[in-house]
């Protein structure tokens, strides 16, 4: 049974910095391609960033966040981590931890999620 449970969503300032947890069970997170996807109330999941498997461990991220997020992953550990940093309130949303095998910014090509953590961001 795969599991994959976020954690070290809160209530930040703005500017400030969180550290997301995605801890998987079930499976290897460097067999996948492992995202962070967001959804803000009354708007769609949207892509966030995302590493790919194996030993090339590419990372993308959406323009938006570019230059302040930091998706990493520990093997040993089977946990994807994304750093956020000089949060905005348009940050706010809950953050879901995915992985798939396919094109890694479209949500429909992630086979497994998490249950989301909430970031809120206070200005």
Known sequence: QVQLVESGGGLVQAGGSL???????????????????????GKEREFAAAISSWRAGVTYY???????????????????????????PEDQAVYYCAAGVGRYDDPEQYNYWGQGTQVTVSS
Request: hydrophobic share 40%; glycine share 6%.
């Open 62 to 88: 959406a323009d938006s966040v570019k230059g302040r997020f930091t998706i990493s992953r520990d093997n040993a550990e089977n946990t994807v981590y994304l750093l956020i940093n000089s949060l905005k």
């Open 19 to 41: 550290r997301l947890s995605c801890v998987a069970s079930g499976l290897t997170v460097r067999s996948y391609s492992m995202g962070w996807f967001r959804q803000a109330p």
